[in-house]
């Protein structure tokens, strides 16, 4: 089973006022963070930036292992998902999708993830978590696992319609939730205040 690493870095970072995948927590960028542990996983990873400009110290310095920086004007996290799975030339059973701005992201509770793939319907896209908003309503964590490569279709078909929301889309489609998923680790720094939690 061939998993791919994508890694979303094309946020505008309004919230936080600064690009937060450059962000340093214990010597390590967000970005850097994420990838390395994404590649323990993964055979593959690719990051898809706004502007491979705004990362050129950190690909040279910081990710030359990863396969490729994919420099894409994406319209959300959406798009960018997809724009990343369009340019991928590599074979793929599933995808490995994840944020940037996952700080306490771990890399042994996304290998048992990994693992449990090979269990999972074949009619299911998609193996996710989920938890209760605030308003106690079931939503899915888009940016923290995987899809299978079929997804690809529906997904174009979604955003060729205007589509541009995860939720929406993922209503549609057979999604399996991850069992009891450690919520701390789906925490995204996006805000001064989150960084300063860290």
């Not at 930036?49 to 920086?69: G, N």
């Not at 990994?114 to 899915?140: F, M, S």
Request: aromatic share 10%; hydrophobic share 40%; glycine share 6%.
């Amino acid at each position: 089973m061939n998993i791919v690493a994508i890694v979303l870095a094309g946020g505008k970072s309004s919230r936080m006022g600064r690009d937060k995948a450059l962000l340093e927590v214990n010597g390590e960028t967000l970005l850097f963070r994420t990838c390395r542990i994404a590649l323990q996983v993964a055979d593959s990873g690719y990051v898809v930036v706004r502007s491979r400009e705004q990362y050129q110290k950190a690909i040279a310095t910081d990710l030359p292992q990863l396969s490729a920086v994919l420099d894409r004007q994406f319209d959300g996290a959406l798009v960018g998902f997809w724009q990343g799975t369009e340019a991928i030339a590599v074979p793929v059973d599933w995808y490995l999708l994840l944020a940037c701005d996952l700080p306490r992201l771990q890399g042994d509770i996304l290998q048992i993830w990994a693992n449990q793939l090979e269990y999972l319907p074949p009619t299911a896209i998609a193996y996710l978590p989920r938890y209760a908003d605030e308003n106690g309503r079931k939503q899915w964590e888009p940016l923290c696992g995987f899809y299978r490569r079929e997804s690809q279709d529906s997904l174009r078909q979604f955003i060729a319609a205007g589509g541009r929301s995860f939720q929406k889309w993922l209503s549609d489609q057979e999604v399996i939730a991850i069992a009891s998923p450690p919520i701390s680790m789906l925490f995204n720094c996006n805000s001064p205040k989150d960084f300063c939690s860290l």
